[in-house]
């Protein structure tokens, strides 16, 4: 199996790319979150890869990081999900934003990206949940800023008050290492009121 591709990127079209290795152009499909981190034209080039052989198409998909391919790994195990939604939700997602909605459960956070329905959301935390932590991707979510609980409750007690995630986790990421969770929910609040 091809297991990396190293050469130069010759061509960029999302999420298609192309990499020029000694000749050969090797067409890849990237997920989002891999081709905003793209050199540009002529530059040097690696990525993880993994090859899916249909009956039909051997399609080449590239990753910027290996914690990426092992979430895109893990969820085309999953039953009803291909490549092109696990593509989908890692350009959706980060992998650490993708690991912190399955430890909180969250499937509102899975919902918002194109083609994931409430069952397949629900699915999808279901069946993550102990498959990330088996390859190492449940323990990104500790690596936050604050603690993973006091973030969890944190984020908890603004949406009840009233802010949508974006602005909660916004407010969040202002919010100094290993904060307790009424400092935190204090310094949060006051960042959101200036804003």
């Not at 990525?47 to 039909?56: A, P």
Request: proline content about 4%; cysteine-free; hydrophobic content about 45%.
């Amino acid at each position: 199996m091809i297991g990396r591709i190293t050469g130069t990127l010759i061509e960029k079209n999302p999420p298609q790319i192309t990499v020029d290795v000694g000749g050969v152009g090797y067409e890849l499909e990237v997920p989002m979150s891999t081709f905003y981190t793209l050199p540009a034209l002529g530059e040097k080039v690696s990525l993880v890869t993994h090859l899916v052989v249909r009956e039909d198409a051997h399609i080449l998909y590239g990753f910027g990081a290996d914690d990426e391919r092992a979430a895109f790994r893990q969820l085309i195990k999953i039953s009803g999900i291909g490549a092109r939604t696990a593509l989908a939700v890692l350009s959706g997602l980060s992998v650490n934003e993708l690991a912190q909605a399955v430890a909180l459960q969250e499937a509102g956070r899975l919902v918002k990206i194109p083609g994931i329905g409430k069952k397949t959301a629900e699915r999808l935390l279901l069946e993550l949940k102990d498959k990330l932590k088996a390859v190492g991707l449940g323990a990104k979510v500790s690596r936050g800023d604050t603690p993973p609980d006091a973030a969890s409750d944190i984020l908890n007690a603004l949406l009840a008050l009233g802010y949508n995630e974006r602005e909660a986790l916004g407010a969040m990421k202002a919010l100094p290492e290993g904060v307790a969770v009424s400092d935190g929910i204090r310094q949060a609040l006051k960042s959101l009121s200036k804003g």
